[in-house]
């Protein structure tokens, strides 16, 4: 039974996209990269956004489903993510920067007993 | 010359038709400063009214402007770079509050590049031309470059007047008109734009309207009424942007950034003489505006044999940086451009920490004293580790650089081409045949020999790979604002014959 989840997400974080899909409906989440605010992930509408095979599906969280390009995967895989949010400001498309708060992921390596688990 | 914060009115309003007007919902953003995390001004919170009403000023406005010779369109951006250099330090000045950069930079670098950058799509509209071929001895076709219309351009933070110029001036050097949103986290100084130049341009050529990504930006982005996007920024947003286009079939260009590679052969230490002087500085130059630039050399890539002796020579480099007050002239590195980010940008010291890069130096947040002590300040950080770490992979976006050796040439090529990535790299050799041979092998847009950092007008700049696509600071930025007009002319009277 597989119990490693490779995606999480904080309370506060859950609480937050709870708030956004009342107004906004279904939601995805899309792990970016690249300049300015790359590297976080956005929340957007879930028919915004074409989702194909070269997406990765990491897993849901608050009903939501993660997202990350496969390129990008492959240098993420070793690493267990959890979205939290921070005061502030980003200057990209997702939907909860109105609300003045931005999320974020925090990273940890996955330990060796996660890493068997997950077949790495 | 001493510089301090400027000042500003309590709120502001979006530039539509040659005014300023208040958002039609009636409502604001506040904007702070990162140096001092305190309130500058209010900004517009646009909503899909005020992008229309901003579009259809656009669409009215392009009827005549379309029409403008190119002399005319010339002689205003001639105009319009003489009002920023003649009001250089207020600009400067207004932008190291809104962004966080010293005062260091924004006076040589940031508005005296866009200054240049107005002059020079000011000059190279004048010489271009046409063309003409006569196919046979009855049929002429004519090439003429026209206008696409109305463009859309959605602008980064990091430079904030300068990535302004680079958009603005092309488009409009080619007879455009523009309807442009800048970053929420800096709008200052395309407000102070507006304020400075208004009664240049014709009333609706250029529109700003500030507010949030999803409520601005992807009713702009996404518009039928528009005939372009340009886009600075991430991936996912980038994605999102040519979808919105794809739509409406309309043309994108798009910058997304990099993971520049800085790479450091033996030869350069061969001599300790000013070349050598040069590589420290060049590799150091990943605390360039706190590490915020799409190009930053954030990986630097030392051959083994100099390992020990130039990575020392770096360190003391970086240990000399000076930090803090931004309006000081001797500061060197300012504030990161908001709390977001530099939360970010510890999260990625942690991680590395944790896959086993060893901190050469830094690695933690600078705590500024005084004024400054609330201000989002990072040490700069070398972190030693190997390419497959995250910190290699992943754009930080700070003054953090993940360093590595390599052996030889095809180690280097192959670590430096182990990205996403493809828009900057360094390359920095006293070898001749590398000076030409490595950076070929690089896949990037632009390739730094020798030097890095330098954004003259007339060397284009643009990704490959995940970077994205056109190139800006040049005149073939041009053509991804023109369409192309074929006439064919039949100077023959008599008919094909097929009916």
């Known amino acids: 039974m597989m119990n490693v989840k490779r995606v999480e997400i904080t309370d506060k974080a859950a609480e937050l996209v709870a708030k956004i899909k009342l107004r906004h409906g279904e939601l995805i989440f899309h792990q970016s990269g690249g300049c300015c605010d790359g590297s976080a992930p956005m929340l957007l509408p879930k028919e915004d956004f074409y989702i194909d095979e070269s997406?990765?599906?990491?897993?849901?969280?608050?009903?939501?489903?993660?997202y990350m390009n496969?390129?990008?995967?492959?240098?993420?895989?070793?690493?267990?993510?959890?979205?939290?949010?921070?005061?502030?400001?980003?200057?990209?498309?997702?939907?909860?920067?109105?609300?003045?708060?931005?999320?974020?992921?925090?990273?940890?390596?996955?330990?060796?007993?996660?890493?068997?688990?997950?077949?790495? | 010359m001493s510089y301090s914060k400027p000042?500003?009115?309590?709120?502001?309003?979006?530039?539509?038709g040659g005014k300023f007007v208040d958002p039609i919902g009636g409502e604001y953003f506040e904007n702070t400063s990162p140096t001092n995390n305190q309130l500058i001004a209010k900004y517009p919170r646009s909503q899909k009214a005020d992008v229309d009403k901003a579009i259809d000023a656009a669409r009215e406005a392009e009827?005549?402007?379309?029409?403008?010779?190119?002399?005319?369109r010339s002689n205003m951006l001639n105009k319009i770079a003489d009002i920023i250099e003649a009001n250089l330090d207020e600009f400067a000045a207004m932008e190291t509050y809104d962004n966080g950069k010293p005062i260091r930079e924004t006076v040589n670098a940031d508005i005296p590049l866009a200054v240049d950058h107005f002059r020079y799509f000011a000059s190279v509209i004048r010489a271009e031309e046409g063309s003409a071929s006569e196919l046979n001895e009855h049929t002429v076709s004519l090439i003429i470059k026209e206008p696409l219309g109305v463009v859309a351009q959605i602008i980064p933070w990091n430079f904030p007047l300068l990535m302004f110029a680079w958009k603005v001036a092309p488009a409009l050097a080619a007879g455009n008109c523009v309807v442009l949103k800048p970053a929420e986290q800096t709008p200052c100084t395309a407000t102070l734009f507006a304020e400075k130049t208004s009664g240049i341009l014709p009333a609706g050529v250029l529109n700003i309207i500030h507010g949030f990504g999803p409520e601005a930006g992807k009713p702009l982005a996404s518009s039928p009424r528009v005939d372009k996007v340009a886009f600075t920024g991430e991936t996912t947003t980038g994605q999102l942007i040519m979808q919105y286009a794809s739509k409406n079939l309309n043309p994108v260009t798009m910058e997304l950034g990099g993971k520049s590679p800085n790479v450091f052969f033996n030869s350069v230490m061969d001599h300790d003489d000013e070349f050598l002087d040069k590589c420290i500085e060049g590799a150091v130059m990943f605390a360039f505006n706190q590490g915020e630039v799409c190009t930053s050399p954030s990986r630097i890539l030392i051959q083994e044999d100099i390992y020990e002796?130039?990575?020392?020579?770096?360190?003391?480099?970086?240990?000399?940086?000076?930090?803090?007050?931004?309006?000081?002239?001797?500061?060197?590195?300012?504030?990161?451009?908001s709390h977001d980010q530099f939360d970010k940008i510890l999260s990625y010291i942690k991680i590395?920490?944790?896959?086993?890069?060893?901190?050469?130096?830094?690695?933690?947040?600078?705590?500024?004293?005084?004024?400054?002590?609330?201000?989002f300040y990072v040490q700069p950080t070398i972190l030693k580790g190997h390419n497959k770490m995250r910190v290699f992979q992943e754009e930080i976006f700070g003054p953090v650089v993940a360093l590595c050796t390599f052996k030889d040439e095809a180690e280097a090529i192959e670590i430096a081409n182990d990205t996403l990535y493809g828009l900057g790299a360094g390359v920095w050799t006293r070898d001749a045949h590398q000076l030409y041979q490595i950076p070929r092998a690089i896949k990037a847009g632009?390739?730094?020999?020798?030097?890095?950092?330098?954004?003259?007008?007339?060397?284009?700049?643009?990704?490959y790979k995940m970077s994205g696509f056109g190139r800006e600071n040049h005149l073939m930025m041009l053509n991804h604002y023109q369409q192309t007009k074929n006439m064919l002319i039949s100077y023959n009277k008599n008919k094909l014959g097929f009916f």
């Not at chain 1, 997406?55 to 993660?66: C, P, R, S, T, Y």
């Not at chain 1, 498309?93 to 997950?118: A, H, M, N, Q, Y």
């Not at chain 2, 000042?7 to 539509?16: H, R």
């Open chain 1, 55 to 66: 997406d990765i599906h990491l897993g849901e969280i608050a009903d939501v489903n993660f």
């Open chain 1, 70 to 120: 496969h390129k990008q995967f492959e240098y993420w895989k070793h690493t267990h993510l959890t979205v939290d949010i921070v005061q502030g400001r980003g200057s990209s498309f997702s939907l909860e920067i109105p609300e003045g708060f931005r999320f974020k992921v925090d990273s940890r390596l996955f330990t060796e007993e996660e890493r068997i688990e997950l077949g790495m």
């Open chain 2, 7 to 16: 000042n500003f009115q309590e709120k502001y309003g979006n530039f539509i």
């Open chain 2, 63 to 72: 009827k005549t402007w379309s029409k403008t010779s190119v002399t005319e």
């Open chain 2, 309 to 337: 002796k130039f990575v020392e020579r770096i360190i003391a480099r970086t240990e000399a940086i000076v930090q803090g007050n931004p309006y000081d002239m001797n500061t060197q590195l300012g504030a990161q451009a």
């Open chain 2, 352 to 375: 590395g920490k944790e896959e086993g890069a060893e901190v050469l130096t830094g690695g933690e947040a600078y705590h500024a004293d005084g004024e400054y002590k609330d201000g």
């Open chain 2, 446 to 463: 632009r390739v730094w020999v020798n030097c890095y950092h330098d954004y003259p007008a007339h060397a284009p700049f643009g990704g």
